[in-house]
């Protein structure tokens, strides 16, 4: 009795291209995944950039130019704080004028995973 070659493929060898498939469909998803993670921190790092430097235009509008420090939240998460300080004498322009120290730090994320942006500048008042 002769075998007669049969086309196709063994069971083994379907079982193994099987096993491939999976192993790299899981790294494809696992790449993904962690892009995907990535994108989602840089949006919040951006939004919180943007909240920092919105917080800092307000100082002298909305927020009085006084040592001191304000603070606040946003519906979205995020908690912000503005310090003030005058810097020292010597550093000071004139008389009439003072020069502050303005930092706002913007943090979300619960602890111990809390992240934050911290943007300082400058701001005068003139004293009339």
Same mark, same amino acid.
């Not at 800092?56 to 300080?85: H, N, Q, R």
């Given at each position: ?36 993670? /990535? =994108? ?54 004139? =008389? ?16 111990? /995973? ?15």
């Amino acid at each position: 009795m002769t075998r007669r070659a049969a086309g196709g493929f063994t069971l083994v060898e379907v079982l193994v291209a099987l096993a491939v498939m999976v192993l790299v469909g899981g790294l494809v998803l696992q790449v993904f995944g962690g892009g995907l993670r /990535n =994108a989602e921190v840089a949006d919040r790092m951006v939004r919180a950039s943007a909240l920092a430097e919105s917080v800092l235009a307000s100082v002298g509008a909305d927020i009085p130019l006084a040592e001191g420090e304000t603070s606040g939240t946003t519906a979205d998460g995020f908690a912000w704080t503005v310090t003030m300080a005058p810097l020292p004498e010597p550093e000071q322009p004139s =008389a009439r004028a003072v020069l502050y120290t303005v930092t706002a730090t913007v943090t979300w994320g619960a602890r111990p /995973n809390a992240r934050s942006v911290t943007l300082t500048t400058l701001a005068i008042d003139v004293e009339s």
